[in-house]
Nanobody, 121 residues
Framework: QVQLVESGGGLVQAGGSLRLSCAAS?????MGWLRQAPGKEREIVAAISWSASTTYYEDSVKGRFTISRDNAKSAVYLQMNSLKPEDTAVYYC?????????????????WGQGTQVTVSA
């Protein structure tokens, strides 16, 4: 069983930065960050393989967000820069028990409780 706990969300002005952290317990392989805005489906934002050799970003966050992980600390991070109001959502850390990288929502088996990110104009 994998447990995930996110932290680091909050309110920030457009153009600002936030860093999300996810503490994981249990064995994980691929990890990812997904988000869900009101009235919208949950979408993948970024993903990273266990070795961190492979990363994936959704088009709208490329160049602004960076996913990283520290396996010694069982942690995954999402650095978010140049934030926009449309980035406002609940952000979820998720773990997939697959080799390589998981770029689809259905590949994720474990989820954190979510952390709210609000970007004001």
């Amino acid at each position: 069983q994998v447990q995930l706990v996110e932290s680091g969300g909050g309110l920030v002005q457009a153009g600002g930065s936030l860093r999300l952290s996810c503490a994981a317990s249990g064995r994980t392989y691929a990890m990812g960050w997904l988000r869900q805005a009101p009235g919208k489906e949950r979408e993948i934002v970024a993903a990273i393989s266990w070795s961190a050799s492979t990363t994936y970003y959704e088009d709208s966050v490329k160049g602004r967000f960076t996913i990283s992980r520290d396996n010694a600390k069982s942690a995954v991070y999402l650095q978010m820069n140049s934030l926009k109001p449309e980035d406002t959502a609940v952000y979820y850390c998720a773990a997939a028990t697959v080799q390589g990288i998981a770029t689809m929502r259905r590949e994720y088996a474990y989820w954190g409780q979510g952390t709210q990110v609000t970007v004001s104009a």
